[in-house]
């Protein structure tokens, strides 16, 4: 059975810095692409980084330049990077993998910017 754990949210200005951290476990984490969502009140959870298994990245157009996406395979941990964050950046964040075709979620982690 496939266990996310997210941790590293909490409230921080305009402007400032958070890095999110992902533990895997049961899993062939570093076989698995990897992926972070985030869902604000309101709103539908939306996709905003993506990592494979062999490094590569993608971003929502919504942070790029601002976050940045990571993987230690030998920790089986994932991360996002946030910097320059804006208050629109408030959502509770998650991370996500697929595993022989079914998703796997965390918990998720609030992520508050104070304007």
């Known amino acids: 059975q496939v266990q996310l754990v997210e941790s590293g949210g909490g409230l921080v200005q305009a402007g400032g810095s958070l890095r999110l951290s992902c533990a895997a476990s049961?899993?062939?984490?570093?076989?698995?692409?990897m992926n972070w969502y985030r869902q604000a009140p309101g709103k539908q959870r939306e996709l905003v980084a993506r990592?494979?298994?062999?490094?590569?990245?993608n971003y929502a157009d919504s942070v790029k330049g601002r976050f940045s996406i990571s993987r230690d395979n030998a920790k089986n941990v994932m991360y996002l990077q946030m910097n320059s964050l804006k208050p629109e950046d408030t959502a509770v964040y998650y991370c996500n993998t697929q595993e022989w075709g079914k998703d796997y979620w965390g918990q998720g982690t609030q992520v508050t910017v104070s304007s």
């Open positions: 049961g899993s062939s984490f570093s076989l698995n692409a």
């Open positions: 990592i494979t298994r062999f490094g590569s990245t």
